[in-house]
């Protein structure tokens, strides 16, 4: 099956400081990469989609500034968390659209984030 | 608007059977996909439906009528280790997933 890998899986930063985030798909290519955010017992939140070569797409609410996302090529895409602070902590989630019919998702193991 | 509604919490006994509903609205719709998702980890794919009826996929089964905006995810002959979160995700006309909160099913011995 599809392999989404993120790197790092966990990471614990100081408040100002960026932290980036990658997602690679491992053995197939995605045109588009989503990336998730999801809080203590909630459901995922998309904060936006990521396609290869244009600039993404957010979500309502979400700070583009904040949250930078790179698609720079069909196997790579990066979540740029900066200046973050501890309400930005959270476990975040990329996830790639396989090219089967199905259209699904294959999931990467998710970030957590924590800022101090 | 979008919605997609699932049940909270259920409870089931290892071993026995459970069914896990859920309704949807959607701008349109392109399938209905199920994930489970164990705390701490990212969802994996179990199922996915566009044509009404039953799908079986070993202890798994997946169903849908379109019509009604329903489905539900049945899980056969439980064990410990299905205790999990169990998501209903839409999929609308351009192709977005709509996501449920997710049920948190706990399984007892």
């Known amino acids: 099956g599809a392999v989404v890998s993120q790197h790092p899986s966990r990471v614990i930063c100081k408040s100002g400081t960026s932290v980036k985030i990658e997602c690679r798909s491992l053995d197939f290519q995605a045109t588009t990469m989503f990336w998730y955010r999801q809080f203590p017992k909630k459901s995922l939140m998309l904060m936006a989609t990521s396609n290869e070569g244009s600039k993404a797409t957010y979500e309502q609410g979400v700070e583009k500034d904040k949250f930078l996302i790179n698609h720079a090529s069909l196997t790579l895409s990066t979540l740029t968390v900066t200046s973050a602070h501890p309400e930005d902590s959270s476990f975040y989630i990329c996830s790639a659209r396989g090219t089967s019919e199905y259209n699904e998702q294959f999931f990467g193991p998710g970030t957590r984030l924590t800022v101090l | 608007g979008q919605n997609i509604d699932q049940p909270t919490e259920m409870t089931a006994t290892e071993g026995a059977i459970v069914q896990i509903n859920c309704t949807y609205q959607?701008?349109?719709?392109?399938?209905l996909f199920w994930y489970q998702q164990h705390a701490g980890e990212a969802p994996t794919f179990l199922s996915y439906?566009?044509l009404d009826g039953l799908e079986e996929k070993g202890r798994f089964s997946s169903f849908l009528s379109r019509s009604k905006g329903y489905s539900y995810l049945l899980l056969k002959e439980l064990q410990m280790k299905d205790s999990a979160s169990y998501l209903c995700v839409s999929m609308d006309s351009n192709y977005q997933l709509i996501w449920g909160a997710g049920t948190k099913l706990i399984i007892k011995p």
């Open positions: 959607t701008s349109g719709f392109n399938g």
């Open positions: 439906n566009v």
